[in-house]
C-alpha cells in the first residue's frame, strides 16, 4: 500500500505545492498530514484528479498537550474502483478553529462538518447550514474536547493511585 | 409524482408547515421532519436528529475496551452482533491477534443471522407501510427465533453484547446448533412465503416503485453504502471488497438494484437475506475444529476455576475486570457491513487503557442527510415510506 501512498505525495507534490507536512504508514494505511491553508485545494485535486471520491468518514480530534496542533480533522477517502483507502489530517492550534467547508465537493460532509462543529467547535466557513445536530441548540460548549472531563469532578472514590497507575 | 419544485416556488401560496415527528407513530423512531407543505405534496423537509444522543464517542473515552461492546449494541439494536463484532475486530486489528478459523467461522454465522433479523425488520416494516400487515405478522416471528439461537448462545436477544476481544466467549451450546439447524431448515419456506405474498402484489408494487428513488451518482455522493447503494446499482459491499472474518471462503452474490427506489431498497434486502442463508449454509458445513478464541490472555477472561487456583489467571481476571489492561499505540480504521451499510470504527489509542478517540461511522447518519432530497416534489405518505425502505434506526442515526 505504501506505492499508493508514494503515488498521492507525488501528485500533491506537483499539483499543490508545499502542501504535504509528513506522509506516513499507519498500521498499513496510507497517512497524510497536509497544510490546513492547502486543504481545500487538495481536496479538490484528489476527487477530481485522482478518483477518490467517496468521502468514507471525517472527524475531529483534540491533543490537548500538543500547543500549536491542539485540534486536528481526519477525511477518510476510498477509491471504489480501485478499492483504495488513505486518510487526510490537517492540525490547527485552537487560536484558529476557521476550516474551510468541503461540503461542495462531497455531499456527504454537510452533516459530518456539523458533527465535528457540534463536538469541536469547528468554524468550518462557507458552510451551508452549520448548526449543531446531535446535541440541542443551547448548549455553550463542545462537549468532546478533552477538557470536559466524563466523570463527575467531585467523586474521590475513583481517584487514579487506588487503581495503581 | 413528484412536481416540479421550481413551479411549486414560484406561484404564490398558502404553505403548510406541519410538524412530523419527534415522536408520530408512522416514523419508527424518534426523528423530526419539519415539512412545508403544498396540499399533499412536500415542497420542503427539514430534518432535525439527535433525540436520543447519548455521546458514546465521549464515553468511549473513558471506558476499557472491552467495556465498550455495550455501547455497540445500542448503535444498530435490529443488528447488535454485528456492531459488538467489528468493535472486536477494530481492537483485534490493534493488539495484532489472530483469530481461529472456527471462531471467525461462528461469527459470520451470527452476523449474517442478525443481517436477516435486520432485514426481516425493514422489509415486513415496508409491507406495513403499504398496508400489508399480514406479511409483517408471519414473518416477524422468525426474527424471534433468530433472537432465541442468541440467546442460546449469549444469553441476551437485542442487545447481546455477544462474542470477546479474541473470539467467542463460549462454543456454540448444542441448544444453540438445534435452534441454527431448525431455523435453516424451516426458514426458507417462510421467506418464499411473504415473497410470494407482497414482492410481485401490484398494489405493493405501485406503491413503491419509482417512491423516494436516488441515483448511483447522488447516492455515492452522500455517502450511501450497504443495500441503500446496492438499491442505486452500486455493488460495493465490504465484505467482497474487505473481506473480514473469512468472508473470503464463502461463494455468494450481491444484489443490486436499478432505479434507488423504495421497491429496489425491498427487494435488495430480500435478496440478500437469500444471499445470507447461503452463506450460513457454507459456514455451517465447512465450520473447521479447533479453538473458539485467540490466545490473547489480556483481554479473555480466563476460565473461572484457573482464577481460583493459578496466579496468572487471577491477575489477568482482576485486569480485565477493572479495566487496567493497556493497549498499545496506534491508529486503525476497520469497518464491516453492517445491516444498513459500511459501519466503520476510526480508533486511536495512545497506549493507555481507554481510546484516546473513538469515532464511529454510522451508515445511518450519513445517508439520512438525504432525505430531504429524496422526499421534496413527493407525497407525505411516500416519505413515510422512503424513511422505513431506508431502515434509519434512531440508535445508529443519534449514536
Not at chain 1, 507525488?10 to 497517512?31: G, I, K
Not at chain 2, 413528484?2 to 406561484?11: G, W
Not at chain 2, 468472508?247 to 444484489?255: A, T, V
Not at chain 2, 442527510?369 to 442515526?397: C, R, W
Request: net charge negative; glycine share 6%; aromatic share 12%.
Amino acid at each position: 500500500m505504501s506505492e499508493l501512498l508514494n503515488k498521492i505525495q507525488q501528485h500533491l507534490n506537483t499539483h499543490c505545492e508545499n502542501a504535504v507536512l509528513s506522509a506516513t504508514m499507519e498500521r498499513e494505511f496510507p497517512c497524510l498530514v497536509i497544510e490546513k491553508k492547502q486543504l481545500f485545494a487538495v481536496l479538490t485535486t484528489i476527487k477530481n484528479d485522482l478518483g477518490f471520491s467517496f468521502l468514507t468518514t471525517m472527524c475531529g480530534i483534540h491533543y490537548p498537550d500538543q500547543g500549536e496542533q491542539e485540534f486536528a480533522l481526519m477525511y477518510q477517502f476510498h477509491h471504489l474502483p480501485n478499492n483504495e483507502r488513505f486518510r487526510i489530517k490537517i492540525f490547527m492550534p485552537k487560536s484558529d478553529l476557521d476550516v474551510p467547508t468541503v461540503s461542495g465537493l462531497f455531499a456527504t460532509a454537510n452533516w459530518m462538518e456539523r458533527e465535528a462543529f457540534d463536538f469541536y467547535g469547528f468554524k468550518f466557513t462557507g458552510h451551508p447550514d452549520l448548526r449543531r445536530i446531535l446535541n440541542m441548540d443551547e448548549m455553550n460548549y463542545h462537549p468532546l474536547r478533552k477538557e470536559y472531563a466524563l466523570e463527575d469532578s467531585g467523586r474521590d472514590d475513583k481517584q487514579d493511585k487506588y487503581f495503581g497507575r | 409524482m413528484s412536481k416540479n419544485i421550481e413551479t411549486l416556488h414560484t406561484e404564490e401560496k398558502d404553505y403548510t408547515t406541519l410538524n412530523l415527528g419527534p415522536t408520530h407513530p408512522a416514523t419508527h423512531g424518534i426523528f423530526q421532519n419539519v415539512l412545508t407543505m403544498d396540499g399533499e405534496i412536500i415542497v420542503k423537509a427539514v430534518p432535525t436528529i439527535g433525540y436520543i444522543h447519548r455521546a458514546f464517542e465521549k464515553l468511549a473515552e473513558r471506558r476499557p475496551y472491552n467495556q465498550i461492546t455495550p455501547i455497540t449494541d445500542r448503535l444498530n439494536y435490529c443488528s447488535s452482533p454485528i456492531n459488538n463484532m467489528g468493535w472486536h475486530m477494530t481492537v483485534e486489528k490493534l493488539i495484532q491477534c489472530e483469530v481461529p478459523k472456527r471462531a471467525e467461522y461462528m461469527r459470520v454465522i451470527i452476523m449474517e443471522l442478525s443481517r436477516i433479523a435486520d432485514h426481516i425488520v425493514c422489509d415486513t416494516v415496508i409491507a406495513v407501510d403499504t398496508g400489508a400487515m399480514t406479511g409483517f405478522l408471519y414473518l416477524f416471528q422468525w426474527r424471534e427465533k433468530i433472537y432465541e439461537i442468541f440467546e442460546a448462545i449469549c444469553g441476551a436477544r437485542l442487545t447481546t453484547n455477544i462474542g470477546r476481544i479474541g473470539g467467542m466467549e463460549r462454543d456454540f451450546p448444542e441448544d444453540a446448533w438445534r435452534r441454527i439447524h431448525a431455523f435453516m431448515e424451516e426458514f426458507p419456506a417462510a421467506l418464499k412465503e411473504f415473497d410470494k405474498l407482497v414482492t410481485r402484489n401490484r398494489i405493493f408494487m405501485d406503491r413503491t416503485i419509482n417512491c423516494g428513488p436516488i441515483s448511483g451518482e447522488r447516492a455515492l455522493e452522500y455517502g450511501f453504502t450497504g443495500p441503500n447503494l446496492r438499491a442505486a446499482g452500486v455493488d460495493y459491499d465490504v465484505r467482497v471488497m474487505n473481506p473480514y472474518s473469512s468472508y473470503q471462503d464463502f461463494d455468494f452474490n450481491i444484489p443490486v438494484g436499478t432505479n434507488g427506489d423504495t421497491y429496489d431498497r425491498y427487494s435488495v434486502r430480500m435478496d440478500e437475506m437469500w444471499e445470507s442463508m447461503k452463506i450460513i449454509r457454507q459456514a455451517i458445513e465447512k465450520m473447521p475444529s479447533g479453538d473458539f478464541h485467540a490466545e490473547v490472555p489480556e483481554f479473555y477472561l480466563p476460565e473461572k476455576q484457573d482464577v481460583y487456583s493459578k496466579m496468572e489467571a487471577l491477575i489477568y481476571h482482576f485486569k480485565i475486570v477493572m479495566g487496567e489492561t493497556d493497549v498499545p499505540k496506534g491508529e486503525v480504521y476497520h469497518s464491516v457491513e453492517g445491516g444498513n451499510g459500511e459501519l466503520g470504527f476510526y480508533l486511536i489509542s495512545d497506549g493507555g487503557r481507554t481510546p484516546f478517540r473513538l469515532h464511529f461511522r454510522r451508515p445511518c447518519y450519513i445517508y439520512y442527510q438525504a432525505y430531504p432530497e429524496m422526499i421534496e416534489g413527493g407525497m407525505l405518505s411516500d416519505a413515510i415510506l422512503t424513511m422505513s425502505s431506508m431502515n434509519v434506526i434512531a440508535g445508529e442515526l443519534d449514536a
